[in-house]
């Protein structure tokens, strides 16, 4: 079977083909079709109706974006395409509709992927959100980005990010340095984050003036954090008694935000997870809402995907 899509926007047709043909080489390689480049449009072909169907709705969904003057890249092709073997691909052009907030160079920053779009929504809605799930959902990065919004319409005065510093015993003694150089290498993720969005001569002077707060978790230790958007990373490294520390700072006017992947708990043996332990007692409590991000959400370059699974395979294959 094959089908033609007819595109005769050449800047549309360049983008959606993507730098050497990438875009299109992806498609082909995560599915049982051959797409041709016909000049002004594209040829689709394959034996199995219904694959070249979908790679077709693929292709005609980011037509629709790029038609809408939004740009793409590899990870919204990759995006598509699962969205597409969910069956939820009649979403995927909704997503973008709604842009966040713009970076410092200009650049939209919208929602990827579902799980996203429920956790900005749940931020909006709730004093307190947790957002559970797997890395490269985007959680820290977005909930940055919330605050970051938050702080530019003033809604908040400031932003205080922490985390537990596990890996260093959370009380750091032995580490050398200044308090800057001991937490710094565990709060790296954040400040990538910031950097993304407010770039780095900003974020430096906003923590020169306290405006944004990045600390261990233990400095927040008999505080009440009011006109503050704060946010909790790692929060699966927290014990019973630190979560309920921390979510008792929430002061007036103030959002919270606690991030955390259960699966990634390095806790000393025995010791109970303050997120797990948050998640059985407070599901229930209004304004507090707890969002799952499945690995359908986490967008990896296909390269990283093919070395996941080859590490994979390479480990059932030791244990058989």
């Not at 995006?79 to 709604?98: I, P, S």
Request: proline fraction near 4%.
């Amino acid at each position: 079977m094959q089908q033609f899509i007819e595109i005769p926007d050449l800047e549309i047709f360049s983008t959606l083909v993507g730098n050497h043909h990438k875009h299109l080489l992806f498609l082909e390689d995560n599915s049982d079709v051959e797409i041709y480049d016909q000049g002004n449009a594209l040829l689709v072909q394959g034996t199995d109706e219904n694959e070249v169907q979908l790679i077709v709705q693929v292709l005609q969904a980011l037509i629709v974006l790029l038609e809408r003057k939004i740009p793409i890249g590899l990870s919204d092709v990759v995006m598509a395409l699962k969205m597409g073997r969910k069956g939820t691909l009649n979403q995927f052009t909704t997503l973008y509709e709604k842009t966040i907030l713009t970076d410092y160079h200009g650049k939209p920053i919208r929602i990827k992927t579902l799980g996203q779009k429920k956790y900005i929504e749940a931020i909006e809605k709730n004093d307190i959100t947790f957002g559970i799930g797997p890395a490269g959902t985007g959680k820290t990065f977005l909930a940055v980005v919330m605050a970051v919004k938050a702080l530019k319409k003033g809604e908040v005065n400031r932003i205080i990010i922490t985390r537990p510093a596990v890996e260093a015993g959370e009380s750091l003694g032995f580490l050398p340095g200044d308090l800057k150089e001991k937490v710094d290498p565990y709060l790296r993720p954040i400040y990538d984050s910031l950097y993304s969005v407010l770039g780095e001569d900003q974020t430096n002077r906003l923590m020169e003036r306290g405006v944004i707060e990045i600390a261990p978790l233990a400095y927040m230790r008999g505080r009440t954090l009011d006109d503050a958007f704060v946010i909790l990373d790692e929060a699966q490294n927290t014990t019973t008694s630190q979560m309920k520390m921390f979510l008792t700072r929430l002061g007036y006017r103030s959002k919270m935000i606690v991030n955390g992947d259960k699966t990634q708990i390095d806790l000393p043996r025995g010791v109970r997870s303050g997120l797990i332990d948050a998640q059985q007692k407070l599901a229930q409590v209004p304004d507090i809402a707890f969002i799952r991000f499945q690995q359908g959400d986490v967008v990896r370059h296909p390269v990283v995907a093919k070395i996941i699974a080859a590490y994979e395979e390479k480990e059932i294959g030791d244990e058989k």
